[in-house]
């Protein structure tokens, strides 16, 4: 007899839609951090994720060798798990301090160790769990809505488009379109679960 094929609880129903949504406020940011403050690797893990563009299964492919000896201002290139071509990333000084603060209580500190392991295991953490951990960060900080593996890194880009002012305000939707390797502006917004200005201004012109 066949096996019945399970279906994972994070996927939505056949013909349905989910739109993973950013982190877009700056108390929830803070409030993460403070429930995480007893918990350093997942800290890391969600501080990193939140500053960088990375995919889930990027971030947790990384090993202690690739990122021992960073700091800020230093670069990270990884192997991007979608088109398996490199990509590198900046790390600012708060995604460097994070690895560094996690890396000094690491228990496996080997450069082929990862960096992010399974507290059962000791391997590397896989997607899956990682999801349900995001979720479990958001509920705990009272965030209502649908979070999941795109969350942290649609965070950082929802963040760089509402919240750089060093970048002049023309050039921040380019650069994050080719940080994400999308084609079109509205490809970007879209992720970003972002209205461009044109549109909601229009929605604001007329009222019925």
Same mark, same amino acid.
């Given at each position: #007899?066949?096996?019945?094929?399970?279906?994972?609880?994070?996927?939505?129903?056949? @013909?349905?839609?989910?739109?993973?949504?950013?982190?877009?406020?700056?108390?929830?940011?803070?409030?993460?951090?403070?429930?995480?403050?007893?918990?350093?690797?997942?800290? %890391?893990?969600?501080?990193?994720?939140?500053?960088?563009?990375?995919?889930?299964?990027?971030?947790?492919?990384?090993?202690?060798?690739?990122?021992?000896? *960073?700091? @800020?201002?230093?670069?990270?290139?990884? #192997?991007?798990?979608?088109?398996?071509?490199?990509?590198?990333?900046?790390?600012?000084?708060?995604?460097?301090?994070?690895?560094?603060?996690?890396?000094?209580?690491?228990?496996?500190?080997?450069?082929?160790?990862?960096?992010?392991?399974?507290?059962?295991?000791?391997?590397?953490?896989?997607?899956?769990?990682?999801?349900?951990?995001?979720?479990?960060? %958001?509920?705990?900080?009272? *965030?209502?809505?649908?979070?999941?593996?795109?969350?942290? &890194?649609?965070?950082? @880009?929802?963040?760089?488009? &509402? @919240?750089?002012?060093?970048?002049?305000?023309?050039?921040?939707?380019?650069?994050? #379109?080719?940080a994400y390797?999308?084609?079109?502006?509205?490809?970007?917004?879209?992720? *970003? %679960?972002?209205?461009?200005?044109?549109?909601?201004?229009l929605f #604001?012109?007329?009222?019925?």
């Amino acid at each position: #007899m066949p096996l019945k094929r399970l279906r994972n609880s994070n996927h939505p129903k056949a @013909g349905s839609t989910t739109k993973v949504e950013p982190i877009r406020d700056l108390s929830a940011i803070a409030a993460i951090k403070k429930n995480l403050s007893a918990r350093p690797r997942d800290l %890391c893990l969600f501080t990193l994720g939140i500053n960088t563009a990375y995919r889930a299964n990027e971030l947790l492919s990384i090993r202690v060798g690739q990122v021992a000896h *960073l700091s @800020g201002g230093d670069t990270l290139d990884l #192997m991007q798990s979608k088109n398996q071509r490199h990509r590198m990333i900046t790390l600012n000084g708060t995604a460097a301090n994070a690895i560094q603060d996690w890396l000094k209580l690491h228990p496996g500190p080997e450069d082929a160790a990862p960096v992010f392991p399974s507290q059962r295991t000791r391997k590397a953490l896989t997607v899956s769990p990682f999801i349900n951990m995001v979720k479990s960060w %958001c509920r705990e900080a009272d *965030l209502k809505g649908n979070y999941g593996s795109h969350t942290l &890194r649609k965070t950082w @880009g929802y963040h760089q488009l &509402r @919240g750089n002012t060093k970048t002049p305000p023309h050039l921040v939707l380019p650069l994050l #379109m080719e940080a994400y390797g999308h084609a079109r502006q509205q490809q970007t917004l879209e992720y *970003l %679960c972002i209205q461009s200005d044109e549109v909601a201004r229009l929605f #604001m012109q007329v009222e019925l």
